[in-house]
């Protein structure tokens, strides 16, 4: 499972968000950044994902705790 951050118009904001939630949410350590660039609408975006999350409901938690947090966050596979 992959915890999906954001999406943004430039990897650099995609690498800065990264940057802040993992100086922010320890609980997010030992997981590995994911950035897919996708085509929307003929514009890129970068999508921003955290991934090697150990199950369904380890995901569903992380996500909870960061939407708690003010944070945007949905479950993907």
Excluded: H, I
């Amino acid at each position: 499972y992959a915890l999906q951050l954001g999406a943004f118009s430039t990897q650099a904001k995609a690498n800065e968000v990264w940057k802040d939630f993992f100086g922010r949410y320890t609980y997010l350590k030992g997981l590995e950044k994911s950035v897919v660039t996708l085509e929307r609408d003929g514009q890129k975006l970068y999508r921003l994902r955290a991934t090697g999350v150990t199950g369904r409901a380890t995901a569903d938690n992380l996500c909870a705790r960061l939407r708690v947090a003010g944070e945007q966050c949905s479950v993907a596979q």
